[in-house]
């Protein structure tokens, strides 16, 4: 019997994981960084626990010496991804996580090799948004397969939960981020505004520094690529005013501050979590201005991150497969969102 851990069940997501997983008569080790709701967790879902953090490198890679596979729900990814990914890699665990940081994945991808030897998959992202976007990049290469431009972007109304916000914060001191002629590159907040029809009517949105930007390119190979997501007019504004003091929202102290005011935040309720949905889009280009665009309905972003990343761990779990890096699609196949529930 293979065993695998959830490290940071005790966060919103991390839970709401654990919780889909007891449903569904699976045996996960809960584990994370805070003893007393670890251990509650766990004592009320039946699970064994595991109480660690990341700073002891040699006592990770004990603590994972009998785990098959890592769903690291323990964010900002920014601060705990490298120590895990390290580890699994010594100790010969698959590692998965539910990240959208641009780091995170380019960290990731330069261990590819490693990983190939080590015979473990390493795949960030196996939640929203990379999952749904990323396979939409992948159908659109398939249909326009001399693509040398790609935009994506999706559009939701839900909350975001405490771990989400304090990442967007860390975020804010990198700028934004496309990709041009294959390299990602640094550019101002709100670099570029276009209306776009995500599926729910046209909007003006914006460019904003989402994982695809890293994973879209592993998965297409087309060298431009950018994100968007919608943005009113006030927060356009506000957002070219952040480009004046980007410099000071990365001192520590303006990020302990932000930080804790994010912390704050709820994710959704149960009943929006069954009820809100997200709409996705994208467009891909070649050189002679011939164009496929793609539009797609799917569940919550945080519920789709439980099915999606349950789906990603049984399939790790039930299959040998080649080590090294991977996207979402290039792991479960373009059509990976049509199987998860809330897709049209």
Request: glycine share 10%; hydrophobic share 40%.
């Amino acid at each position: 019997m293979k065993h695998w851990m959830i490290y940071g069940a005790n966060g919103y997501t991390g839970e709401l994981i654990a919780r889909e997983a007891k449903v569904r008569g699976l045996h996960p080790i809960i584990a994370g960084r805070n003893k007393a709701s670890i251990e509650s967790l766990a004592g009320e879902l039946g699970f064994v626990s595991r109480v660690f953090n990341l700073d002891n490198q040699k006592d990770l890679v004990k603590q994972l010496v009998d785990v098959d596979l890592v769903l690291n729900c323990a964010g900002p990814f920014s601060s705990t991804a490298k120590s895990m990914i390290t580890a699994c890699i010594q100790s010969g665990a698959h590692y998965v996580d539910i990240t959208g940081e641009i780091n995170v994945f380019e960290y990731a991808h330069s261990h590819d090799a490693q990983a190939a030897a080590s015979r473990i998959v390493l795949c960030p992202g196996v939640g929203f948004d990379v999952i749904p976007t990323d396979c939409i990049a992948a159908k659109l290469k398939q249909a326009l397969p001399d693509a040398i431009y790609l935009a994506l972007g999706f559009d939701s109304n839900s909350s975001l939960s405490a771990g989400t916000a304090k990442t967007a914060v860390e975020g804010l001191a990198n700028g934004g981020k496309v990709r041009i002629n294959g390299r990602i590159k640094t550019v101002p907040f709100a670099w570029k505004t276009r209306r776009i029809d995500f599926g729910g009517g046209e909007k003006l949105a914006t460019t904003f520094p989402w994982g695809d930007v890293s994973t879209a390119y592993y998965t297409t190979n087309i060298p431009n690529i950018e994100v968007y997501v919608p943005a009113s007019k006030k927060r356009l504004s506000m957002l070219k005013k952040l480009n004046y003091i980007r410099w000071l929202l990365g001192f520590g102290m303006v990020q302990r501050f932000l930080k804790k005011k994010a912390g704050e935040q709820r994710g959704p309720n149960a009943e929006q979590l069954k009820q809100l949905v997200t709409y996705l889009w994208g467009e891909a280009k070649n050189a002679k201005g011939e164009s496929k665009v793609m539009r797609m309905i799917i569940a919550n972003g945080y519920a789709l991150t439980v099915t999606g990343s349950l789906a990603v761990v049984d399939y790790l779990l039930q299959n040998d497969v080649n080590g090294g890096y991977v996207t979402p699609s290039q792991l479960m196949g373009a059509d990976f969102i049509n199987r998860l529930p809330g897709t049209r």
